[in-house]
Nanobody
Framework: QVQLVESGGGLVQAGGSLRLSCVASGRPFSSFHMGWFRQAPGKEREFVAAIFWTGTSTDYADSVKGRFTISRDNAKNTVYLQMNNLKPEDTAVYYC??????????????WGQGTQVTVSS
């Protein structure tokens, strides 16, 4: 088991930036591939980004490529999502996720509680 706690959400104007953080506890953080998902009101949860346990490989949804950057610090048990040039359509609850073993399938086993990001126009 791994416990995930997100932070860093908030209200920002379009074109602005936010950095989300997710701190993991429980099993060794470095054994997990990490990801970010989001869910907007009335919509299904969607994949945003993922990072390999070593940090050497990343995966992004087309909608955020070039604007969002996922990174991790295994010494701090933390994964980050730097979000730049935010758009109103980025408004959603953002969830941190973790999985062991497989990478690239965009399927994750463990989830945080989420942090709200609201982008005003």
């Amino acid at each position: 088991q791994v416990q995930l706690v997100e932070s860093g959400g908030g209200l920002v104007q379009a074109g602005g930036s936010l950095r989300l953080s997710c701190v993991a506890s429980g099993r060794p953080f470095s054994s997990f591939h990490m990801g970010w998902f989001r869910q907007a009101p009335g919509k299904e949860r969607e994949f945003v980004a993922a990072i390999f346990w070593t940090g050497t490989s990343t995966d992004y949804a087309d909608s955020v490529k070039g604007r969002f950057t996922i990174s991790r610090d295994n010494a701090k048990n933390t994964v980050y999502l730097q979000m730049n040039n935010l758009k109103p359509e980025d408004t959603a609850v953002y969830y941190c996720a973790a999985v062991r073993g497989r990478f690239g399938s965009r399927e994750f086993d463990y989830w945080g509680q989420g942090t709200q990001v609201t982008v005003s126009s």
